[in-house]
Structures are given as C-alpha cells and as structure tokens.
C-alpha cells in the first residue's frame, strides 16, 4: 500500500469514484418513486356465467336469492331484510350442505345490495356463487 | 484551507460517499420490489362495504363503474364495447393478471354483470367486485 501510494505521481485516494454511481442509482429511484402505485383493493369473488348459456339451474339444491331493481331481497318467495340472508343461507346449508347459491338480480338492482348480499352469503358459509341478472 | 491540508495526512478532503450510496441503494430496491404496475381506473367511487372482503395482490387490472353507467379504465371513460378489446389486449400482455370490478354502491347490477361477460369473453376468468372492509 505504502509502495503504490508512493508510486503514483499524487498523494490523492486511489479507491473508485462513487459520484457517477450515485447518479445514476439516484435516477432509478426517482424513476421507482414516480411510477410507484400502491393500491390495494380488496374484493368479493363471484361467479358469473356468460349470457349465452343459462345460469345453472339443473341442481335444485341450489339456493335462489332474488335481487329486485328497489333493492328488495327475495328468498324462497318471501321479502327478507339484508340480515336475514345469512340465517336463511344457513339454514338452507345446513340441510344441503353442498348447495351453492344463485343470485338473480334485475338490470337495476343496485349493486350495494348485491355486495351486501354476497357478503352475508358468505358469512353463512357459502363461497360457491353464481351470479345472474334477470330483465 | 492550507493548513488544514497539511494538518495529518495528505488524503481527500472530499465527503465519502459511499454511506449515501447504500442509504439510496436500498431505497431504491424497496421500491422497485413494491413496484406493481396497476392499470388504475381514474376516477373515485363509493365503493359497498362488505365483512368478507379478501385483498387480492393479483389484482391489477381495475375497471370502474360510476352510477350513472359510466366505465372508466386506464384513466379514460371507454364504452361497453371497448372493454372487451381493452381487455384482450392487456390480457396478451401479462397473462396472469386478474380483474377488479369497482362498481358504485348505486349503480346498476346489469351494467356490472354486462362488464363481467365481456372481460370472460376476453378471456380472463378471475375477476372479483370490489367492496371495501366493513368494521
């Protein structure tokens, strides 16, 4: 060490020259930061089947909810309230236990309902739904 | 300035830089590991609140729905025709991303569930409606 220092004509460091480094790491992350998004959305999962082929209807076990366009909830032909779905979803559940749910909403229905709906579905433990709309 | 050039040793004077270099170093792998390329929707919405909501990470292609119909995508108000193209093409693209349906509380059921079978016909069959964690 001594030798080379002594060797080259300057008493100056003889290490590698960070600054254009630097530079150029610091445009990436100005780069990183700018296109940076963080976005996370959370969702509900649902099932839908395309237009053309009918909602699956063959296994009666499935239970129909009914959507109607003022956001009224029809179960097994009775008008319920939001939190009602879950307990008859249970109830129905627990006599098919593999039974999946169709959700026929009108054109209109607002899609709160639905979420709300779907939601209370799957807090009576039923994730298997197909969702459908109906004129 | 002399005197303190002769003061020890004669080595640089200048400020290392090699502590900075690791600070930004760092940074920037934070954020090119954070980096998700979101195609986000451009435009806010009330989303429903629901209790099951799940966070997709997938979740990257975002399509909203306001309540009077509109579709935004990509930041840009697209018909209901468009989607579907839209969609195909950003399909090719990254095959394995997934779709999140931003719908408004108030908006109609129909235009959502319209939504939904033309992103299935452009070949994405993963796809959930958002809704925002309740409680």
Same mark, same amino acid.
């Given at each position: 060490?001594?030798?080379? +220092?002594?060797?080259?004509?300057?008493?100056?460091?003889?290490?590698?020259?960070?600054?254009?480094?630097?530079?150029?790491?610091?445009?990436?992350?100005?780069?990183?930061?700018?296109?940076?998004?963080?976005?996370?959305?959370? &969702?509900?999962?649902?099932?839908?089947?395309?237009?053309?082929?009918?909602?699956?209807?063959?296994?009666?076990?499935?239970?129909?909810?009914?959507?109607?366009?003022? &956001?009224?909830?029809?179960?097994?032909? +009775?008008?319920?309230?939001?939190?009602?779905?879950?307990?008859?979803?249970?109830?129905?559940?627990?006599?098919?236990?593999?039974?999946?749910?169709?959700?026929?909403?009108?054109?209109?229905?607002?899609?709160?309902?639905?979420?709300?709906?779907?939601?209370?579905?799957?807090?009576?433990?039923?994730?298997?739904?197909?969702?459908?709309?109906?004129? | 300035?002399?005197?303190? %050039?002769?003061?020890?040793?004669?080595?640089?004077?200048?400020?290392?830089?090699?502590?900075?270099?690791?600070?930004?170093?760092?940074?920037? /792998?934070?954020?090119?590991?954070?980096?998700?390329?979101?195609?986000?929707?451009?435009?806010?919405?009330?989303?429903?609140?629901?209790?099951?909501?799940?966070?997709?990470?997938?979740?990257?292609?975002?399509?909203?729905?306001?309540?009077?119909?509109?579709?935004?995508?990509?930041? @840009? %108000?697209?018909?209901? %025709?468009?989607? %579907?193209?839209?969609?195909?093409?950003?399909? /090719?693209?990254?095959?394995?991303?997934?779709?999140?349906?931003?719908?408004?509380?108030?908006?109609?059921?129909?235009?959502?569930?319209?939504?939904?079978?033309?992103? @299935?016909?452009?070949?994405?069959?993963?796809?959930?409606?958002?809704?925002?964690?309740?409680?």
């Amino acid at each position: 060490m001594r030798k080379r +220092r002594h060797a080259s004509g300057d008493q100056e460091h003889t290490g590698i020259d960070l600054a254009p480094m630097l530079d150029f790491v610091t445009n990436l992350l100005i780069f990183f930061i700018i296109t940076a998004v963080f976005v996370k959305e959370s &969702g509900l999962e649902v099932n839908r089947p395309t237009s053309f082929e009918q909602p699956e209807e063959s296994d009666n076990e499935s239970i129909q909810i009914q959507i109607l366009s003022d &956001g009224e909830i029809w179960v097994d032909n +009775r008008a319920v309230d939001v939190r009602a779905v879950r307990a008859n979803v249970e109830r129905m559940s627990a006599v098919n236990p593999d039974s999946g749910v169709l959700i026929l909403a009108q054109e209109q229905a607002p899609t709160g309902t639905l979420v709300e709906v779907v939601d209370q579905v799957h807090l009576g433990g039923i994730y298997n739904i197909t969702f459908s709309t109906t004129q | 300035m002399q005197s303190r %050039r002769h003061a020890p040793e004669s080595e640089d004077t200048g400020i290392d830089l090699a502590p900075m270099l690791d600070f930004t170093t760092n940074l920037l /792998i934070f954020f090119i590991i954070t980096t998700s390329f979101i195609k986000e929707a451009g435009i806010t919405v009330f989303k429903p609140e629901a209790l099951t909501a799940v966070n997709r990470d997938s979740g990257n292609l975002l399509i909203a729905i306001r309540e009077n119909g509109d579709i935004w995508m990509d930041r @840009r %108000r697209i018909e209901l %025709r468009d989607v %579907r193209p839209q969609m195909e093409r950003l399909h /090719i693209e990254r095959p394995d991303d997934t779709v999140v349906i931003i719908a408004d509380k108030e908006s109609d059921a129909g235009v959502v569930a319209k939504v939904m079978d033309e992103v @299935r016909l452009a070949g994405i069959t993963t796809m959930s409606i958002a809704a925002d964690p309740a409680g």
